[in-house]
């Protein structure tokens, strides 16, 4: 079976994978090409749209572990994660 080029390659945020395409993991993994679907779903975070964390405000405060950050959307539709 051929190695596929996954670290090289970067995620597309679909939900839905075909089975013959490269699935996101780490070489440590062993990713192959053709692997399940499965593979794909473990390896890869969740997907949160910038919408649902800022809730049409500018700017929101993320406590993590105690600590507060601050993550806003710029002018230019960039977004900023400051502590």
Do not use: N, W
Request: glycine share 6%; proline share 6%.
């Amino acid at each position: 079976m051929k190695r596929c080029d996954c670290e090289a390659r970067v995620p597309q945020p679909t939900a839905t994978t075909a089975s013959s395409e490269c699935q996101t993991a780490t070489r440590a993994q062993g990713c192959l090409a053709g692997a399940p679907q499965a593979h794909a779903e473990a390896a890869r975070p969740p997907l949160l749209d910038s919408e649902e964390l800022l809730r049409g405000h500018r700017a929101v405060e993320i406590s993590h572990k105690g600590v507060l950050y601050r993550l806003q959307a710029t002018r230019f539709g960039k977004l900023i994660l400051t502590k």
